[in-house]
């Protein structure tokens, strides 16, 4: 059971720390996107991520973390998430699921977003679709006085009432200081249970969401995640504060 007091709040202060995080990262997120073509290898994506983080001062929060060799985690059509950059190229038809951390000036911010790469089959095309939409879902029920599993629960029910499923055994975040705070945010869940949530939470709501059944494994590698069935999977996350005026989107 996850308490309300192990939540840190926020200040206006640190919200602006954060919000200059998160449009930051949202700013290389968007550069990221001009530079990805088909053809380029997933070592040569995360290079340019290093770039562009370097370029603007911060510093990947993922390299080295626990070990985690690369600064985006690179998932390819069947992975899940925590895909690393290799020298797989990227080809026709294939999705790319990219999850990018900084920290600028002390504070974190957490991305994820998967893209189409050429033509991807109509089902592929749904999948990042509904996966998008189960996050803004998600986003919106991200207000002062809902409780943290109404996130859940809206992402869930998005998902399931589009056919796919949800992935269970990797779950959102708190964060601020640090890349992963109290509490977990769960992208599946009933209704009105768990913390309560107040102004100057800041969470990373980061659906994951499969073709087949929600099920997962992790490579030999220790990291990269897949399905178990070996379908394709999509992710997208934000970092989002909540704030008197309703859920403000810090990576955009
Ligand atoms: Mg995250």
């Known amino acids: 059971m996850q308490t ?86 990227l080809k026709e038809g294939d999705i790319a699921s990219i999850d990018i951390g900084i920290v600028f000036e002390k504070f974190y911010a957490d991305m994820a977003f998967t893209v189409g790469m050429g033509k991807i089959s109509p089902d592929l095309k749904r999948l990042i679709e509904v996966t998008e939409k189960s996050l803004y879902k998600g986003i919106e029920q991200a207000v002062i006085g809902n409780h943290l599993s109404d996130i859940s629960f809206a992402v869930q029910s998005f998902v399931e009432s589009n056919n796919f499923s949800v992935v269970r055994d990797f779950v959102g975040h708190g964060i601020g200081r640090r890349l992963h705070e109290d509490p977990e945010v769960p992208n599946f869940g009933l209704p009105h249970s768990g913390p309560v949530l107040r102004e100057g939470m800041v969470l990373a709501i980061e659906p994951m969401v499969n073709v087949g059944k929600w099920q997962t494994r992790i490579l030999d590698d220790g990291w990269t995640v897949v399905t178990q069935d070996g379908k394709p999977s999509a992710h997208f996350e934000h970092t989002v504060a909540i704030t008197k005026e309703g859920p403000e989107i810090l990576t955009q």
């Open 4 to 89: 309300e007091r192990l939540i840190r709040i926020k200040s206006e202060e640190e919200i602006e720390c954060l919000r200059r995080s998160g449009k930051l990262l949202a700013s290389i997120v968007r550069e990221l996107k001009g530079f990805l073509k088909l053809g380029l290898t997933t070592k040569e994506i995360d290079g340019k991520v290093e770039e562009l983080i370097a370029e603007h001062d911060a510093y990947p929060a993922f390299k080295g973390y626990r070990g985690f060799p690369a600064c985006a985690c690179i998932s390819l059509n069947n992975e899940v998430v925590h895909g690393i950059p290799s020298e797989r190229r």
